[in-house]
């Protein structure tokens, strides 16, 4: 390698040091989130009223939640904002965050599409439906991501007294993708999937595919919020991120997410004052 | 942007978030290559005029490692920038810079190994005026550089290629946050994932025309090059 390649080398390898740090100076956050937050629209409804408020740029690295998790476990994210509470209970207790705080809930439903081959369409009892499934070996497309979603399907298999990992048959399709992916493999091969009720009713590709249960109580979706401990990851902005957090879960923040509608429905409710949601 | 719009409506419209993803897009996989270029042609060119142990196990890697699969680099690079990696002080992860240095690694290999395939060639051929003109080793490099400089073009596009389609590396290390980390082809995973596949498609083409507007300004340049080089 020659002096002058060698001193370019240097002054680019310098240039980008320094613009990642210029890039990291600026007023903002990573959250570490969910593909339905981000893919329902939500965000994009939220976050400019945020930033108009505080100036503080909240940059969103949108992943299903169990990789949400391990991202700010890394220290890759300030705030988590996930649907899954059990792991982010474990994710509190093994230390990597400071308080987990409610937001919003919203709710799971089974799509399907409308040849209905398992004879469950219009049910409420989301148990009794995925037995038919199973026992009419009806197409299932399973998240198998370890997101929200796909530890709300297991759980839900595991209520109906179904050993999913030892039951399921080639009707049973694990794609290990996001949730938008699934209802697009549903779509194109008519196959049953379990969907959180955001990212359904912006999901476009639909076909042949429309609710067949939905009212179940088991079928809950809650959404909690959690600042990355700065004690683990000292990089953490503790202090932007604990605005967001404040805001999201003050009665402003908490208008915010009622006010979203998309073709008028309300995705997502806020029950942030709910201490044990 | 993107809602209940084709691509033809946001480049009609000028849509600034359209642009601005991909003025991004550009400047990463630009500054991708241009990086690759300043390490890939002299490594090139070097293996391409040097004798040493091991040297054909090294080319064989070298064109091996032209089909480094992007998730894989992402994946390395995404450990690597990682706070809890070995650069993590720099926390470059999730920004653009972290996205050149991941499309750096992929098409370094594929400018170094088409380097080295076209100055051996030209070495083979004009071995004998090189020796005659006396030149050292570093020497024979830059001459024979600025000899192929025209051919080295299509290994600039070749990388400059791979850098603008992959999606791979740069969903992983970028995170496709909205406004800064979001490129061409992350918007076109995203908008899929929506389920907007006319989006998705119409994204792609816009994609596409700007890759054979790249290699149309490329080519023009070439040719203009070379009639100035008589």
Known sequence: ?277 | MLQDVTALQLVLSGDPALFAIVRLSLYVSFSAVVLAALIGIPLGAWIALTKFPGRQGVIVMLNALMGLPPVVVGLAVYLTLSRSGPLGAFGLLFTPPAMIIAQTVLVTPIIAALTRQTIEDLWIEYRDELTAMNLGPLGRVAALIWDARFSLVTALLAGFGRAAAEVGAIIIVGGNIEGFTRTMTTAIALETSKGDLPLAVGLGLVLIAIVIAVNALAWTARRAGERLAG
């Open chain 1, 1 to 277: 390698m020659n002096m002058l390649t060698r001193r370019s080398l240097i002054a680019v390898t310098a240039s980008l040091v320094f613009a990642g740090h210029a890039f990291a100076q600026d007023k903002s956050i990573v959250v570490a989130s969910t593909t339905s937050t981000q893919d329902s629209g939500l965000f994009g409804h939220i976050l400019p009223m945020f930033k108009a408020k505080t100036g503080i740029d909240v940059k969103v690295v949108a992943q299903g939640t169990g990789q949400a998790l391990d991202t700010a476990r890394r220290g890759d994210a300030d705030v988590v904002f996930v649907h899954a509470k059990p792991a982010e209970e474990k994710f509190l207790a093994e230390g990597f965050g400071v308080k987990r705080y409610p937001v919003m809930y919203n709710d799971f439903i089974l799509i399907g599409p409308k040849a209905d081959p398992a004879g469950i369409k219009g049910s409420r009892d989301i148990v009794a439906a995925l037995s038919a499934i199973k026992t009419k070996g009806a197409d299932f497309i399973s998240r198998g991501d370890k997101s929200g979603t796909h530890q709300a399907e297991l759980n839900l298999w595991k209520v109906a007294g179904i050993d999913i990992a030892k039951d399921k048959g080639p009707w049973y399709k694990e794609i290990g993708q996001g949730m938008g992916a699934a209802l697009n493999t549903a779509s194109a091969s008519n196959a049953y999937v379990l969907a959180d009720r955001g990212t359904w009713l912006s999901f476009k590709n639909r076909n042949e595919l429309g609710i067949a249960v939905e009212g179940d109580k088991r079928l809950f979706n809650q959404y909690g919020v959690m600042l990355v401990n700065p004690a683990k990851h000292p990089s953490v902005k503790k202090d932007l991120g604990q605005q967001f957090i404040d805001w999201l879960v003050s009665s402003e923040g908490q208008k915010a997410i009622a006010d979203y509608k998309i073709n008028g429905e309300q995705l997502f409710y806020p029950n942030a004052s709910d201490s044990g949601a």
